[in-house]
């Protein structure tokens, strides 16, 4: 397709989109790897329409990359989508994380209409003033044991590898996604206490800048809560749970869990469509 024909089938796309946002933030997407849910943002994307899109950190997967080079056409076609949104006149925000930090030494440029910025504020439709952060900073194993942290990064692959067959028979029957590794994170206590841990690190950090809230990534873990004050975002990923967190034009913030909207189109499909495999009587 060409570059004409693209944006003319993007801008369709935000005509008609089933979404119209003020703002989208997203993360931990992780292209480059096979745990990428690619399909499913491209839908997202396609039924989502926004002013200002945030990509808070390791869209790439540069850590995987180097180890082995793994791009297929879905992969591709995020990029290329994004880069339509950008030149269809939607802001472009990237944050880059523990995964793709080579993009740090590249702060305040701008490639392709896409701005590489180090911790923007962006201020909600009502006032509100939220630190952009991927949040690896806050990671006291990718700050002092980063081969602690290589290490759990191939154990997590491993055990998306295992959820992959497994969710394929869950579809069959019907059910719903449902992500291993997220059951094991939230069963380990260490890993529960990490995660609070984090959380309110983050939240004293954001208040300390003087901020009324903080939008973070990096622990795969979808969340909206007050911490002392502080209005506590983080947009989860795209590759077990498949979230962004969302503002729309009052300024109110929603996770969307857009692997059951996905999971429920594709259901609904299926029962939709006539089995061609039995003949009629």
């Given at each position: 397709?060409?570059?004409?024909?693209?944006?003319?089938?993007?801008?369709?796309?935000?005509?008609?989109?089933?979404?119209?946002?003020?703002?989208?933030?997203?993360?931990?997407?992780?292209?480059?790897?096979r745990g990428c849910q690619a399909e499913v943002?491209?839908?997202?994307?396609?039924?989502?329409?926004?002013?200002?899109?945030?990509?808070?950190?390791?869209?790439?997967?540069?850590?995987?990359?180097?180890?082995?080079?793994?791009?297929?056409?879905?992969?591709?076609?995020?990029?290329?989508?994004?880069?339509?949104?950008?030149?269809?006149?939607?802001?472009?925000v990237y944050v880059p994380g523990n995964h793709?930090?080579?993009?740090?030494?590249?702060?305040?440029?701008?490639?392709?209409?896409?701005?590489?910025?180090?911790?923007?504020?962006?201020?909600?439709?009502?006032?509100?003033?939220?630190?952009?952060?991927?949040?690896?900073?806050?990671?006291?194993?990718?700050?002092?044991?980063?081969?602690?942290?290589?290490?759990?990064?191939?154990?997590?692959?491993?055990?998306?590898?295992?959820?992959?067959?497994?969710?394929?028979?869950?579809?069959?029957?019907?059910?719903?996604?449902?992500?291993?590794?997220?059951?094991?994170?939230?069963?380990?206590?260490?890993?529960?206490?990490?995660?609070?841990?984090?959380?309110?690190?983050?939240?004293?950090?954001?208040?300390?800048?003087?901020?009324?809230?903080?939008?973070?990534?990096?622990?795969?873990?979808?969340?909206?809560?007050?911490?002392?004050?502080?209005?506590?975002?983080?947009?989860?990923d795209w590759v077990e749970s498949c979230t962004?967190?969302?503002?729309?034009?009052?300024?109110?913030?929603?996770?969307?869990?857009?692997?059951?909207?996905?999971?429920?189109?594709?259901?609904?499909?299926?029962?939709?469509?006539?089995?061609?495999?039995?003949?009629?009587?």
């Amino acid at each position: 397709m060409s570059n004409k024909a693209s944006d003319k089938a993007s801008h369709s796309d935000e005509e008609h989109a089933e979404f119209k946002l003020r703002t989208i933030f997203i993360s931990d997407i992780h292209l480059g790897t096979r745990g990428c849910q690619a399909e499913v943002l491209l839908d997202f994307l396609k039924r989502c329409h926004a002013d200002t899109y945030y990509l808070v950190g390791d869209i790439f997967d540069g850590w995987r990359l180097k180890k082995s080079w793994y791009w297929p056409q879905s992969h591709n076609d995020v990029v290329q989508k994004l880069l339509r949104k950008a030149r269809k006149g939607s802001r472009i925000v990237y944050v880059p994380g523990n995964h793709d930090e080579f993009l740090r030494h590249y702060f305040d440029l701008t490639f392709g209409d896409v701005e590489v910025r180090n911790n923007p504020i962006h201020e909600t439709a009502d006032g509100k003033r939220l630190l952009v952060i991927h949040g690896d900073q806050y990671d006291n194993v990718m700050l002092y044991s980063r081969w602690l942290a290589f290490l759990g990064d191939s154990a997590y692959e491993t055990l998306l590898l295992m959820n992959r067959p497994l969710n394929r028979v869950r579809r069959f029957f019907g059910l719903s996604h449902w992500s291993l590794s997220q059951y094991v994170k939230l069963k380990v206590k260490n890993a529960v206490n990490f995660i609070s841990c984090f959380e309110k690190v983050v939240a004293a950090d954001a208040k300390h800048k003087q901020v009324d809230g903080v939008v973070c990534g990096h622990i795969h873990h979808a969340e909206i809560r007050d911490i002392e004050g502080i209005t506590y975002c983080n947009d989860g990923d795209w590759v077990e749970s498949c979230t962004a967190l969302v503002e729309h034009m009052d300024g109110k913030l929603e996770i969307m869990n857009w692997l059951e909207h996905y999971n429920r189109r594709l259901i609904a499909d299926r029962v939709a469509q006539p089995d061609f495999a039995q003949s009629p009587i």
